[in-house]
């Protein structure tokens, strides 16, 4: 596991290398890591949180780990991650740790998303219990939405669809999955 700087430094290290994170390299998952690595630039530096956001995660005050499942070709972990560091960068009592999927099965396993390997997932654990106290991903609950309303009645995630969906995100200016991750430390 590593921190989020150690990750975003893996990421720009392996697309200067033409690779991706995992052990199956091709050409599309080089390039979804090159879009990615580019997202998670501008949202590392563009992305904004609400000032009511700020608040309500400055004042949490019980100490948790936020373990984050993800892959550097995962265009939906490009969208969210950068957010989860914003806001855990925010409160000492959140530690963000990043666990690449594919070296991490055992883990993964344990929080499939209907039956698959979904990312990015973040775990959150009491530090103190050790108690899995909530978990977040793959993708905010508006997205989620949309994905599951376009599989229930296409079946499949289309190229069309999946293009959409990263309209949307560039849309919503990570507010949504702002929100959702702030309401795990309710």
């Not at 879009?35 to 700020?54: E, T």
């Not at 608040?55 to 265009?75: A, D, H, Q």
């Not at 995630?157 to 949307?168: G, N, R």
Request: charged letters at 25%; glycine letters at 4%.
């Amino acid at each position: 596991m590593m921190t989020y700087p150690k990750y975003r430094a893996l990421v720009a290290t392996l697309v200067e290398e033409g690779k991706s994170t995992g052990a199956t390299q091709s050409e599309a998952l080089t390039q979804y890591s090159l879009l990615n690595n580019k997202r998670m630039q501008r949202l590392d530096k563009k992305g904004i949180l609400s000032d009511s956001a700020i608040e309500k995660v400055r004042s949490y005050n019980k100490p948790v780990e936020w373990i984050v499942l993800t892959e550097s070709w995962c265009g939906d972990a490009a969208q969210v991650l950068p957010y989860v560091n914003k806001i855990a960068s925010l409160n000492d009592n959140i530690e963000l740790k990043i666990a690449l999927r594919d070296e991490h099965l055992d883990l993964m396993d344990q929080y499939l998303t209907n039956g698959g390997r979904s990312i990015p997932k973040l775990i959150m654990i009491d530090k103190e219990t050790k108690e899995v106290l909530n978990t977040f991903g793959p993708r905010p609950s508006e997205a989620t939405k949309m994905v599951e309303d376009y599989k229930n009645t296409y079946g499949t995630l289309t190229p069309e669809f999946k293009k959409d969906l990263q309209i949307w995100y560039t849309k919503d200016k990570g507010q949504n999955a702002v929100n959702d991750l702030v309401s795990l430390l309710a």
